[in-house]
């Protein structure tokens, strides 16, 4: 069965049934050989439609209806167990009924987006409300962080969450989990209150450590500035300078200048090349004074100080005295445990703010001694300016030092080059016309009496790609020593066994060897 049928032959019976695979034309699909006994998977193809196959003939689907495939490449119990469903397992009664149940809709008092940011910043603490609650009145910092202590801040209830929340009378457990924080937060007493005071006990340390370097450094630098002997020193020095310098001029003369020199002395040029006025004074004072030449060492500082604002200084000052106030203000409604807790930080805090503010009087003060001092317009500079000066000044005044001493490398080193190219001027050369150069010379004078001595030449090596250098350096040298043979070919030449012979040396021999010896 399935053999192609043979001509002249009946056709089967109407009805017959076909061998597996085969299939009576084109446009009916092959016969399986049996149907799977478990529902299959799907097999996600697009199938031909049987009106394409009858128009189309001679495709390769035709093919399968005179040739059936043998079912026994198939593996068909492989194939229904790899692909067939997976049975579903049968629910109890019990449990379609614990399905069905459906737990109670949650009550939601406040605005959903608010509600979200709440159940995010709760979940964070890890901790089930009750004992929030009990961190928030003890004030327990071990339990609760700054970032924690930040966070419920944030999330604390407006009035419009605490009149929804309070009107509600229904069960508690009704509510969404958001609501339920809210009803266990509002029977915290001055639950705010608590808080606020743990912030500010983990923030004040760190604040006024800031704040009082900064005042610290201020008035250190300023007063190291006015007391130092160095800078009244290299003023005068600089006014020296200036005034020999503007000699007959308008500007000459002078008894004294502003504090702007100082950051510009480092732009005027000299006529020396790379040299300005601030290298010419470091250069004179060491060699003149050399102990003023690192005076900048005692205003390390003088860089940072530098961008510190008095202003600002004052303004943190007031934000923190305000907020000091506030709590102080608002601790009386706490309990002597709560309150007793926060003592000893309101009064560190409070002696702080009498320091920094005596600090920032007396810079004030050392304002009003630095535009006395140096002479200064009030409307023109500040300290925070003179700081700025002195800064540029230091700067500029290190770095000279070490672009001296590298020009004076670089000096020395070209005085040693020109004195060696003076002495070699004055070596006698060559009289006679048509001599080689004295280095050419004297290769040539060493070759010959190598040769007369007997030394034995050696072979040149190959030379690689990694010599290539060498290379280039070895030809030229055979072109210069060849150019020197061709005019000793008419001189007289003494062989080692003494007999002058004229003009029978071969230029090229004498280039290889010469080669030869160099490398």
């Known amino acids: ?27 009916n699909p092959p016969v399986v050989a049996r149907k799977p006994a478990k529902k299959m998977r799907l097999v996600a193809w697009e ?24 079912m026994k490449v198939i593996d068909f119990d492989q194939l229904e167990e790899m692909f067939a469903q997976p049975e579903k397992k049968a629910r109890n009664v019990t449990e379609k009924k614990e399905e069905k149940k459906k737990g109670p809709t949650l009550i939601s008092l406040i605005d959903p987006k608010k509600s979200l940011g709440i ?17 928030i009145v003890g004030c327990d910092k071990s339990k609760l962080n700054n970032d924690q202590v930040t966070g419920l801040l944030k ?27 809210y009803v266990t937060l509002l029977k915290i007493p001055e639950y705010a209150l608590r808080l606020d005071c743990m912030k500010f006990s983990y923030e004040f340390k760190p604040q006024t450590e800031v704040l009082g370097t900064r005042i610290t450094n201020c008035l250190k630098a300023g007063n190291a500035i006015l007391e130092s002997t160095e ?5 005068h020095i600089m006014l020296v300078v200036g005034n020999f310098i503007n000699t007959g001029g308008y500007a000459g003369n002078a008894a004294g200048f502003k504090l702007s020199l100082l950051s510009k002395i480092h732009e005027i040029k000299s006529n020396k090349p790379r040299m300005t006025m601030m290298h010419v004074l470091v250069e004179s004072i060491e060699k003149n004074k050399p102990e003023l030449l690192h005076f900048y060492k005692k205003f390390d500082d003088i860089t940072q100080v530098a961008k510190i604002d008095n202003a600002e200084n004052e303004k943190e000052l007031r934000e923190l005295k305000k907020i000091l106030d ?21 009064k560190e805090a409070t002696e702080f703010c009498e320091t920094a503010k005596k600090g920032i009087e007396d810079i004030n003060g050392l304002e009003a001694k630095y535009i006395k001092f140096f002479v200064l317009d009030k409307k023109t500079y500040s300290l925070q300016e003179c700081f700025r000066v002195f800064s540029i000044f230091c700067s500029k005044f290190e770095a000279a030092i070490g672009e001296n001493k590298k020009r004076r490398e670089q000096e020395e080193r070209l005085a040693r080059r020109k004195a060696e190219m003076a002495k070699r001027e004055t070596l006698p050369r060559a009289k006679k016309k048509g001599m080689p150069p004295p280095e050419e010379e004297c290769v040539i004078d060493n070759l010959l009496s ?24 070895n030809l030229s040298i055979k072109k210069n020593n060849q150019e020197s043979a061709e005019k000793w070919r008419k001189t007289k030449i ?10 029978t040396a071969d230029p090229v021999e004498l280039a290889q060897i010469d080669i030869g010896v160099k490398t």
Not at 119 to 135: D, V
Not at 231 to 235: D, G, I, R
Not at 456 to 469: E, I, M, Q, W, Y
Not at 494 to 503: Q, T
């Open 1 to 27: 069965p399935g053999a192609p049928r043979p001509p002249g032959a009946p056709p089967p019976p109407p009805g017959a049934p076909r061998a597996p695979g085969a299939r009576n034309n084109a446009a």
């Open 47 to 70: 199938k031909i439609k049987v009106q394409e196959l009858k128009r189309s003939s001679g495709n390769v689907w035709d093919s399968y209806a005179t040739s059936p495939l043998d």
């Open 119 to 135: 159940n995010l910043i709760t979940k964070n603490l890890r901790m089930p409300f009750p004992a929030i609650a009990e961190a």
């Open 155 to 181: 999330i604390l209830p407006d009035k419009e969450d605490i009149k929804a929340v309070g009107a509600y009378t229904g069960d508690p457990a009704l509510l969404a989990e958001a609501e339920r924080f």
């Open 231 to 235: 800078v009244k020193e290299l003023l």
């Open 326 to 346: 506030d709590i102080k203000g608002r601790m009386k409604k706490l309990d002597k445990e709560s309150v007793d807790k926060f003592a000893d930080i309101l």
């Open 450 to 473: 190598e040769i007369r001595g007997g030394l034995k030449l050696r072979k040149t090596k190959s030379v690689g790609n990694a010599d290539s250098k060498a290379l280039t350096k």
């Open 494 to 503: 003494a062989m080692p066994e003494g007999k002058p012979v004229n003009g």
